[in-house]
């Protein structure tokens, strides 16, 4: 059984967090979510694991080189330009030559991989999707089946009056390598615009595997908030257990907590020109800084750093750090005025 992690989105709905990153590698408690889905499908028994790139894909690999340090062995399948969810995988049927799973790469889930394959090896069916119930199914696509599991309806995000079920796809599927070289699909091509509409008219059966265990799609700020959330109050680990993700290292912030003075500073800001004021920070850096949940991370060549926090109905908070107190007003300062500044423009 292989693996493939769909990485290659742009991220566009999750900006300003992926100004500088693609969506997949925004953190989480200061680990990327890729990570988290790598150490998935490890802790599944799956360690051939392909990647799709396009969007700042030199971040992706940079980060996971061949995948050793990770207890993993990575390819690189890297789109020139967008192949949507399915183009990558049709097109890379001469790695994908026995079973293999997909993820999406903004899913943030303890899904038990081996239940989901275990089920789509009972069903014999060449593509198994996994789904879940949702309570509110609106901006999603929704499955409905019929007793056995087998699909029998898809809508990709359908009206509020079209909605006749509350299972969901999670963007995780369960697929025989046949498939690839049954329906020989070229270019851009999704599986919920293409593929299932395509197998459901040939009769080809598809089923659906609904799973109770964690799950969310993190493809807006307000879901990777919630993420961040659900991960410290501990739901990210409530259905699987504990031990179902392998912790495999986290990233660094890289900045030294040794430096003598900080400087805290108060700035106002009305919440719906913070996101203009977030890209402006991060346009301006000549290296790219951390950026995520925990707010803005800069380094500061002459030593020091500035942390920016968003302070939700308030503004931002920024901490400054250096050896001489001076310095660490004069980073909090620049950064306090720029924000006052931008808000006039």
């Known amino acids: 059984m292989k693996g493939v992690i769909l990485a290659g989105g742009k991220g566009t709905r999750l900006k300003p967090y992926t100004l500088t990153v ?24 799956i360690t051939s694991i392909m990647i799709t790139t396009c969007y700042k894909a030199d971040k992706i690999s940079e980060y996971f080189g061949d995948g050793s340090e990770f207890g993993v062995d990575i390819t690189y399948f890297h789109e020139d330009f967008p192949l949507g969810t399915a183009g ?21 889930t303890t899904l038990s991989l081996r239940d989901a394959i275990e089920f ?7 593509l198994t999707i996994v789904g879940k119930e949702m309570e509110d199914p609106r901006g999603y696509g929704v499955c409905k089946t019929d007793s056995e599991g087998r699909l029998i309806e898809f809508a990709e995000k359908p009206e509020s009056g079209e909605i006749n079920s509350k299972l969901v796809n999670t963007g995780i599927y369960v697929i025989q390598p046949e498939l690839l070289r049954k329906y020989p699909f070229e270019g851009n091509i999704d599986f919920s615009r293409d593929v299932f509409p395509r197998m459901i008219r040939e009769q080809d059966n598809i089923y659906v595997f609904e799973t109770e265990d964690y799950w969310r799609d993190i493809g807006n700020p307000e879901q990777y908030k919630l993420a961040r959330e659900d991960y410290l109050n501990g739901k990210m680990k409530e259905k699987a257990g504990a031990d179902s993700i392998e ?21 106002a800001c009305p919440d719906h020109q913070k996101q203009q004021i977030i890209s402006k920070l991060v346009e301006e850096q000549k290296e790219a800084p951390v950026l ?17 926090i968003d302070k939700p109905s308030n503004g931002f908070i920024i901490y400054s750090k250096a050896e001489r107190r001076n310095l660490a007003k004069e980073f909090a300062g620049y950064y306090f005025n720029k924000i006052k500044q931008w808000q006039r423009v």
């Open 120 to 126: 789509h090896q009972l069903k014999g069916s060449p």
């Open 22 to 45: 693609p969506k997949p590698m925004v953190t989480i408690m200061n680990k990327p979510i890729l990570e988290y889905n790598i150490a998935l499908l490890k802790a599944n028994g």
């Open 292 to 308: 995520n949940l925990d707010g803005i991370l800069i380094s500061h060549s002459v030593g020091g750093w500035t942390r920016i």
């Open 88 to 108: 990558g995988v049709f097109e890379s049927s001469h790695y994908l030559n026995e079973p293999f799973v997909v993820i999406s790469g903004d899913a943030f």
């Open 247 to 267: 912790e495999v290292g986290s990233i660094k912030d890289g900045f030294e907590s040794t430096l003598k003075y900080l400087i805290r500073m108060m700035v």
